[in-house]
């Protein structure tokens, strides 16, 4: 991402502490005392195939905190809320474990993720319970913003 672009209103970027040790690394991840923690629903990881996209998805309800602490995953962030400041902005991150980093996003915003490397795992704490309802999912090639031609010009 260019570092002039201005970041979706509801995404929060956090740079993350790895603590090097010999006997194996230690890679921080969320703390409680952190303002972008509000509270705990569930964690789980995903694995993201090298060329596969997952996505787009919007959540109504639930904050995100995406973290990769293995492989590379590019993640693309579209802001369709007409009454954002930053409504019709697209965002895209690269996060991996050299670049690693926390972002957090808030509801209403769409994202979708893409793997990079030949193996690639993405953590995603959210603050509440998984609920089908609460989420919705439209087509990465909708007439919108279409994945491919906004992120892979």
Same mark, same amino acid.
């Given at each position: ?42 964690a ?47 965002n ?10 926390? #972002? ?9 993720? +893409?793997? *990079? $490397?030949d193996? =690639?795992?993405?953590? !995603? #704490? ?9 989420? +919705?999912? *439209? $087509?990465?090639? =909708?007439?919108?913003? !279409? ?7």
């Amino acid at each position: 991402m260019d570092g002039k672009q201005e970041i979706i209103q509801g995404l929060e970027i956090t740079d993350l502490r790895v603590i090097s040790n010999k006997k194996g690394d230690i890679y921080h991840v969320l703390k409680s005392s952190e303002s972008s923690y509000s509270s705990f629903g569930e964690a789980y990881f995903s694995t993201v195939k090298k060329g596969v996209v997952k996505g787009w998805k919007k959540h109504k309800i639930m904050i995100s905190n995406l973290i990769v602490p293995i492989g590379e995953v590019r993640l693309a962030f579209y802001d369709c809320r007409v009454d954002s400041k930053t409504f019709k902005q697209l965002n895209i991150f690269n996060l991996s474990n050299k670049n690693y980093k926390r #972002i957090t996003v808030n509801p209403g915003i769409w994202f979708a993720f +893409e793997g *990079i $490397d030949d193996h =690639n795992l993405l953590l !995603n #704490i959210s603050n509440i319970l998984h609920d089908p309802n609460e989420s +919705e999912n *439209i $087509d990465l090639e =909708n007439s919108s913003f !279409n994945y491919y031609k906004l992120v892979k010009k």
